[in-house]
């Protein structure tokens, strides 16, 4: 840990499209067909079935959803598609209404992801009591959605998390009445998404010998700006240095031969060290996460080190962070 690159260097470069060719990235889990645009027969108006890539997710009796298609049926509600020209629209009853399923590949089984789409009412057939959509992960319940009005004409937006437990999942949505409510409710759905949460944990350990320096941070989300904070930083030392790699040394790096019995290295620091001024034991580093879908799920892997008395070498290392880019 001997070179330094500029502090400007961050955001422009370490989470730049061009350099993140380095970074693991996990692999992509998303929708097919999550806008629903595709669907069947392009000038019917009348499609009863799910869209392409869907799988139907009825409750008891619901023959199936209907699509909403502005380009070639007339409805007043919604005002229009969340995305594109098309939405799906539930028969919903009180047992259990019209759904739709698909089975998503990708997930890293223990990783957090987060499930969005949108919803409002619809008037694309009959039914106007209140509803909501249930969210289910390999038919578990896992999420409702606010009962709301079949009348409402505005887009709503729900996400709900869930960890998992498999590299696939079959993931569907349903819609439901309420209890209170009588005949159906006719509810639209739109524009569903998965996003991998944005994570931060620590590992490994810092200097055994010296003021151990200890480095956090919050949780990297896209279009937001990720601060590392290193504490325990000697009076000798006016700089800290962060050290960005695309992978986590396991083991760990000994120092003892170059002269810091006791230290380690944790991150392979291929993605370039970056220095930041250091007052009263501590520093923070702050980059700036562009909001781009693609950067989601890529695994950073970071560590500090700070002058230090307490070595031959002159300097000592902190824990290692490893942090996952997401919502």
């Not at 000994?254 to 810091?260: E, Q």
Request: aromatic share 10%; net charge negative.
């Amino acid at each position: 840990m001997t070179s330094m690159t500029s502090h400007g260097l961050a955001s422009l470069c370490l989470l730049s499209m061009v350099c993140l060719g380095t970074p693991e990235q996990v692999t992509a889990q998303q929708f097919t067909n999550a806008s629903f645009e595709a669907w069947g027969d392009p000038a019917s108006c009348g499609i009863n079935t799910p869209p392409d890539s869907w799988i139907g997710f009825n409750g008891s009796g619901a023959p199936g959803v209907d699509e909403g298609n502005f380009a070639v049926c007339f409805h007043t509600i919604p005002a229009g598609a969340h995305g594109g020209t098309t939405y799906v629209r539930s028969y919903a009853t009180v047992g259990g209404g019209e759904g739709i399923a698909q089975t998503v590949s990708g997930f890293a089984p223990g990783r957090t992801y987060q499930i969005r789409f949108y919803y409002s009412g619809s008037n694309k057939y009959g039914g106007v009591a209140d509803g909501a959509w249930r969210t289910y992960i390999d038919g578990v319940n896992i999420d409702e959605t606010p009962y709301y009005s079949s009348l409402q004409t505005t887009w709503s937006e729900r996400t709900m998390t869930f960890t998992a437990t498999n590299t696939s999942h079959e993931i569907g949505f349903r819609g439901w009445r309420t209890q209170s409510g009588t005949g159906s409710a006719s509810l639209g759905m739109d524009d569903v998404s998965i996003l991998p949460v944005a994570t931060t944990s620590t590992y490994g350990a810092s200097c055994s010998v010296g003021s151990p320096l200890v480095l956090g941070s919050n949780s990297p989300a896209i279009g937001s700006t990720w601060t590392l904070q290193g504490s325990g930083i000697e009076p000798v030392s006016s700089l800290a240095v962060f050290w960005f790699g695309s992978a986590a040394l396991t083991p760990a790096f000994d120092l003892a031969s170059a002269g810091a019995a006791g230290c380690f290295v944790h991150t392979n620091a291929n993605l370039g060290a970056f220095v930041s001024p250091a007052s009263a034991g501590t520093s923070s580093y702050s980059v700036s996460v562009p909001n781009a879908a693609a950067l989601t799920g890529t695994e950073l892997f970071v560590q500090m080190s700070a002058a230090s008395t307490a070595t031959t070498i002159g300097f000592t290392t902190s824990n290692g962070l490893a942090s996952v880019l997401g919502a």
